[in-house]
């Protein structure tokens, strides 16, 4: 029987919920990991039951936990992030030169064939590859030693790795984003890598149209279609049509264009999805009304959607991996936010429902397919 | 034969539950007790120290016979009621909060 799994990482811990495929009730598990920070955790698309998760705490540092049986046990495996070589320096927020060091992971991408192969995107930004579950990880140091690395200055939540694509199509091919240096593509699995910042323009940063040192929050495509990107930067929603070589701004009739996540529709690729925040001093939404904005256009027209969300008084944020969607009939889209809701709705959108509403502040949101 | 008190974290990840215990060649040192641990438990490699620099961890601590073990050097050669088994060598998560 078909159904959904969402894994739920929070500031103390994860949560697993389940559903069949009417999505009116859900089955909650957890915490997982109690009184740890769950920064990610993902399914392998090969095989739904392979779970990874991102464990850390300032105390006791990073950890990786692994699951073969879909999060109801859990093993720890390997936690040692060791950047290939010298790690040099980037730059700090005073503009001073400032050693790479390795805080945390911030995302987990498993393979789309093989699950004991996965990605780790990590603050400092940096991308690590296991390829036996988890036990080991090397870094593809092709990417942080990129020219243009020792420029690279953190967003104010650090310099971290939080977007790592692959392309269904190119197998070689995979995207990654990073506070605040922007984006990057790699057409050889991972050994060399280019800025893909083209038309991107930030006005808090010297060069507005620089290369690098942009504040991506997000990116997203849809997997039928692997050379349009959706990005939601800093500021600005953005769009590629050539495999990020260049972009354009789509930001159209938001209310504001500033906000984390960005997700697609799983069945119609120019159906995408932001959550407009306030602004970046005011991480919160406008007018203290939660809207999700839906563009049915691949964006410029976007529509708020209202149903079942709190129109007064709620002043919460979506963090960027915070926001997924399933692939069953209709598409279900789900975010969790800051102030510990989990938001459901079964029909793209249309109408929402919380399925829980005093978690811990969340930090990721994924939702599994199950057939 | 050691006997060791960890945080309840790393409890929970090394799945015990009370003190822990290792065996010590020679007259224990905080670096031959970690050392132990790490082989007895090796999921807590990486938790305690650093797995580059092998650095305490700023927020993890360690005491023993009520004293402050967390700044001597590694080498240090643990009290005589620690390496008989009278007292518990303790390692701490700093307290933090209000």
């Known amino acids: 029987m078909s159904g959904v799994r969402l894994l739920v990482g929070t500031r103390k811990g994860a949560f697993i919920l389940t559903s069949d495929a009417k999505r009116t009730r859900w089955d909650v598990s957890g915490p997982h990991f109690p009184g740890w920070e769950m920064y990610h955790l993902k399914g392998s698309p090969a095989d739904p039951n392979r779970l990874y998760a991102s464990q850390s705490t300032g105390w006791f540092g990073q ?8 999060g109801k046990t859990w093993e720890p495996v390997g936690n040692k992030f060791v950047y290939d ?37 990590v603050e400092d930004a940096a991308l690590f590859r296991s390829t036996d579950g988890g036990k080991n990880w090397e870094e593809l140091p092709g990417l942080r030693t990129h020219s243009s690395g020792p420029s690279w200055h953190p967003g104010a939540g650090g310099m971290c790795l ?18 605040a240096a922007g984006a990057f593509r790699s057409d050889d699995a991972g050994k060399t890598w280019k800025p893909i910042n083209r038309g991107l323009k930030s006005d808090g940063i010297p060069n507005p149209t620089a290369d690098v040192g942009h504040c991506v929050h997000r990116i997203a495509m849809h997997k039928s279609r692997p050379d349009v990107l959706f990005m939601q930067k800093h500021w600005d929603v953005m769009r590629s049509d050539d495999s990020g070589d ?30 407009p925040i306030k602004s970046d001093s005011e991480h919160f939404p406008i007018d203290g009304k939660l809207r999700v904005y839906r563009s049915k256009a691949g964006g410029d027209e976007w529509e708020p959607l209202t149903k079942g969300l709190p129109q007064r008084d709620c002043y919460v944020n979506v963090l960027r991996d915070a926001m997924s969607v399933d692939s069953l009939d209709s598409c279900g889209i789900y ?37 | 034969m050691i006997r060791v008190l ?6 929970t990840l090394a799945r015990v539950s009370g003190e822990v215990q290792v065996d010590v060649a020679g007259r224990p040192t905080i670096v031959s007790v970690l050392d132990a641990i790490e082989a007895s438990y090796p999921m807590l490699q990486g938790t305690i120290r650093d797995h580059v620099t092998q650095e305490r961890r700023p927020f993890v601590r360690f005491f023993a016979c009520e004293e402050d073990y967390s700044l001597e050097p590694v080498d240090t050669a643990l009290p005589d009621a620690v390496a008989k088994g009278n007292e518990p060598f303790l390692i701490v998560g700093a307290m933090a909060g209000g």
């Open chain 1, 63 to 70: 950890l990786i936990q692994r699951s073969n049986d879909g």
């Open chain 1, 85 to 121: 070589g010298e790690p040099g320096t980037h730059m700090w927020y005073d503009g001073t030169p400032h050693p790479w060091k390795f805080a945390r992971v911030w995302h987990l991408e498993p393979s789309l064939t093989d699950p004991d192969t996965v990605y780790a995107g």
């Open chain 1, 162 to 179: 939080h977007t790592i694509i692959l392309d269904p199509k190119h197998r070689d091919r995979m995207f990654v984003a990073i506070s």
């Open chain 1, 246 to 275: 260049s972009w354009k701004e789509v930001s159209g009739n938001l209310p504001t264009d500033f906000g984390f996540p960005i997700d697609v529709h799983a069945h119609d690729p120019e159906t995408i999805y932001v959550v």
């Open chain 1, 335 to 371: 975010f969790g936010t800051t102030g510990g809701q989990v938001y459901a709705s079964a029909d793209a959108g249309d109408n929402w429902t919380p399925i829980l509403h005093d978690l811990p502040g969340v930090l990721s949101v994924e939702a599994q397919t199950l057939q």
């Open chain 2, 6 to 11: 960890l945080p309840a974290h790393l409890k």
